[in-house]
């Protein structure tokens, strides 16, 4: 029994440990790594050890996907159909 217990103390103190060990901050739903720099509201922040620290630095907030790139809303995609869409060629039959 007594081996029992220490072998549960061991794995809770282990575990609590392992936890208090993540140095990751997290913004958006999104972790980053220490060191990692990301724009949050028109200034850029570092992450250092779980709490983000002003740079300094100004960015420029994007709107739109995940990947920060800018989405414009005035400007669709183009189609196949649009000038200076290159046709892609049509299929080859082999044999021919």
């Known amino acids: 029994m007594r081996t029992l217990t220490a072998t549960l103390v061991m794995l809770a103190l282990g575990t609590a440990t392992a936890l208090g060990d ?13 060191g990692d720099v990301s724009c949050q509201g028109g200034a850029q922040y570092r992450c250092v050890a779980r709490s ?6 100004g960015c420029a ?3 739109g996907d995940e990947e920060g790139l800018q ?5 669709r995609a183009p189609t196949v159909r649009d000038s200076g869409v290159n ?3 049509p299929p080859a039959v082999p044999g021919d």
């Open 22 to 34: 993540d140095t990751r901050c997290m913004y958006r739903s999104r972790f980053f790594s220490p």
């Open 52 to 57: 983000w620290q002003a740079t300094g630095l």
């Open 61 to 63: 907030d994007t709107t």
């Open 87 to 89: 046709q892609p060629p």
């Open 71 to 75: 989405v414009d809303p005035s400007r």
